[in-house]
């Protein structure tokens, strides 16, 4: 006879918090705060009214809703239930969320009033869904209202067995090549992914952090759950706006956040801001998308914490660059994490030496386990070495230096082809972005005669200093860059089309030119 235990997964968090530390606050919204109690029974409620309306274990639950502490406990709710959380983006239109939720095959949907609204001709096209479940102030015509179905639920906690080799969730993906796909995750390796994260970030139990994003966002996954691995609190704001989120790191003294670039620059560029109003922070994470040196140079002299970089994928692979690692390595997005691995393949699938670009493939503890309903998408990120070792195709190209540390040149599908020459838009951008009239940049190829593509740069303009000519700018920008990296044009938008994580949707702008 021996001991025998199950290492706890994230909804059982819940629960230990709320035996141990029942009063102490566990999310707050601009509404109302959660203790780790309140939490708990009301996640519990959450799972037993699920499990009463036919949801099995392993069962799809769709959540719809901008962020507040009822989402939070509505995701808990589905886990300790069994079931697998689908958490889907506001911005997708309505036939793309139909899509989705067919793909993943939803029993039940949560979603705000508003969203109600705009989907209810179309519930009927939703062939697997059992029940629809509204939250709001505006309750709409059909479905139960959210408060009155959880308080009209038993608040015992369920008695499901759910292990750690059990699908967790479908996050889909940020879509910035096209049809989303359906990223599927077990609860082990995403409770390991949360421990790696909160060491590399610098987590502990006094920790109050952050949350601006979506919480279909995995950056705000990251936010809200290494925040449950400690027993900190987390902050959910229902938007982004630089004042707001601001005020709020004063209100409650923030010390941990985790944002894309974009946000970060929106805050700076904030008449709010100050370095005092902002003293409560220790450590702050940038991810989702590339972060420009002039910009983290901003964010470490301005912040007077520690900054962190992140490079990663929802399917699973993360690299840090630390605060003791950035002096000469400013370009560098680090090393692996805990558990990961990285090497660098030509496009023959040859293992390149230190120094070479090429594309970046990842060996993870927290991979996906696939994505969902599509084997061949599964298949063609898989890379098998000669000792037939799996790795992760990333679609990214990067760089490793002589001492380890990864360097993201650009996407492989962004990839330029001018004369025969390959160019990186990442190259160009990370030039123009300095020029002090460009508040963001992204650069495409577009068809040409002579050399069959040549780059042309999408730029948004600063607000402070005001863009005279795009000549100018053209000119002060191809100055600057390589004989084969000039841009043919500058065209002015009043902004970029991004995903979620902050990634510019380039097929989109792609698609603008070559209709």
């Given at each position: ?75 808990f709710g589905i886990l300790k239930a069994g079931a697998v959380i689908v958490p889907l983006n ?71 067995s759910i292990d750690a080799d059990d699908t967790c969730n479908i996050i889909y993906s940020s ?341």
């Open positions: 006879m021996q001991f025998d235990i199950k290492a706890p997964l994230l909804h059982d968090m819940i629960s230990l918090h709320s035996k141990w530390y029942p009063q102490k606050p566990a999310f707050i919204d601009e509404v109302r705060s959660l203790s780790w109690r309140e939490a708990d029974v009301n996640s519990n409620a959450v799972a037993n009214g699920l499990i009463a309306l036919g949801v099995n274990k392993g069962d799809s639950v769709a959540v719809l809703m901008s962020n507040c502490v009822e989402y939070v406990e509505i995701m506001l911005a997708v239109n309505t036939d793309g969320l139909v899509t989705m939720l067919n793909d993943a095959t939803a029993k039940v949907l949560f979603f705000t009033s508003a969203e109600q609204s705009r989907l209810a001709s179309r519930l009927p096209e939703i062939t697997t869904l059992n029940a629809h479940i509204t939250h709001g102030t505006e309750h709409v015509n059909s479905g139960a209202c959210y408060i009155d179905w959880r308080d009209s639920q038993t608040q015992h906690k369920p008695r499901i879509g910035t090549t096209g049809q989303p796909k359906g990223i599927k995750h077990i609860h082990g390796r995403r409770v390991q992914s949360m421990y790696e994260l909160a060491l590399a970030h610098r987590y502990h139990f006094g920790v109050v952090s952050i949350c601006p994003i979506g919480l279909y966002s995995n950056i705000a996954w990251a936010s809200l759950f290494c925040t449950l691995i400690v027993g900190g609190t987390c902050i959910v704001q229902n938007n982004f706006n630089p004042e707001s989120w601001i005020k709020a790191v004063e209100k409650y003294g923030v010390t941990h956040t985790m944002m894309v670039p974009l946000q970060f620059q929106k805050i700076l560029e904030a008449s709010y801001f100050s370095s005092e109003a902002v003293a409560s922070l220790e450590a702050i994470i940038s991810g989702g998308s590339p972060l420009f040196e002039n910009l983290k140079k901003q964010i470490i002299e301005e912040f007077g914490c520690a900054v962190i970089e992140l490079y990663g994928l929802t399917e699973g692979f993360m690299t840090t660059l630390q605060p003791e690692e950035v002096e000469g390595r400013l370009g560098s997005v680090g090393k692996p994490v805990r558990g990961h691995d990285y090497l660098i393949l030509d496009d023959n699938d040859k293992e390149l030496n230190w120094g070479n670009e090429g594309e970046i493939c990842a060996r993870s503890i927290h991979w996906m386990t696939e994505y969902h309903n599509r084997p061949e998408a599964t298949k063609d990120t898989m890379y098998f070495d000669a000792d037939g070792l799996q790795w992760l195709r990333t679609g990214d190209v990067g760089k490793i230096d002589d001492e380890g540390y990864l360097y993201i040149v650009g996407r492989k599908k962004d990839m330029i082809l001018s004369g025969g020459q390959n160019i990186y838009p990442a190259d160009i951008e990370s030039v123009a972005i300095q020029h002090p009239s460009v508040s963001e940049v992204a650069v495409i190829g577009i068809p040409d005669e002579k050399w069959g593509e040549t780059p042309l740069a999408i730029v948004v303009p600063s607000d402070h200093n005001k863009l005279t000519s795009t000549d100018d700018l053209l000119s002060w920008i191809n100055d600057r860059v390589g004989k084969r990296q000039k841009v043919k044009r500058v065209d002015l938008r009043s902004e970029l089309p991004r995903n979620p994580n902050g990634k510019i949707l380039k097929h989109q702008l792609k698609a603008d030119y070559t209709a």
